[in-house]
């Protein structure tokens, strides 16, 4: 059997995105998983799609997280704080909004402030592992360590819950 190669693959999809969001210019989730999808093989392609999300809806939780994380992933911590700080004011009652404003509080050198966030992440969604182990980073870097042990300790069990 002939196999097709990723970039076929790629191509065929992002023809398909392009159908879709044309028949949807507004709606948002479209926009956003279109420039998700993008961010994966051309990263200022994809957040220039999720921008429409946020045009479109400019609370839109998934498109504000999301650039988020890629400017973390880039190390644009300015951008990443403005769109953390916008997930949080969005969604307060979202865990994910608290861990990826979390995120970026700890890259920029803000323990305590990543505690905070990271608290009330935990506190919406006690049982996500990540937003475990990021607390234990904010509080190893507060120095304390009783926290940070017990934090890691819950990490792994949940982990170990998963496999």
């Known amino acids: 059997f002939p196999t097709r190669r990723s970039s076929d693959l790629y191509k065929e999809a992002t023809q398909k995105f392009e159908t879709v ?14 420039g998700a999808f993008l961010n994966v093989q051309d990263s200022d392609r994809g957040v220039e799609e ?12 998934p498109a504000l997280v999301g650039l988020t994380v890629i400017y973390l992933k880039h190390q644009d911590l300015d ?4 769109y953390g700080e ?18 970026v509080l ?15 992440a935990v506190k919406l969604a006690p049982a996500v592992p990540e937003a475990r182990f990021s607390l234990a980073s904010a509080y190893s870097r507060l120095g304390r360590k009783a926290d940070a042990a017990r934090e890691l300790a819950e990490f792994k069990r949940l982990e170990n819950l998963g496999k």
Request: no cysteine.
């Open 21 to 34: 969001a044309g028949q949807y210019p507004q709606e948002p989730n479209v926009h956003f998983r279109y």
């Open 50 to 61: 999720i921008m429409r999300a946020l045009e479109i809806a400019p609370d839109h939780v």
């Open 79 to 82: 951008h990443a704080l403005e």
């Open 86 to 103: 916008r997930a949080v004011k969005a969604s307060p009652v979202d865990f994910s909004t608290h861990i990826a404003l979390g995120r």
């Open 106 to 120: 700890l890259e920029r050198e803000n323990p305590a402030g990543a505690a905070a966030e990271l608290e009330a």
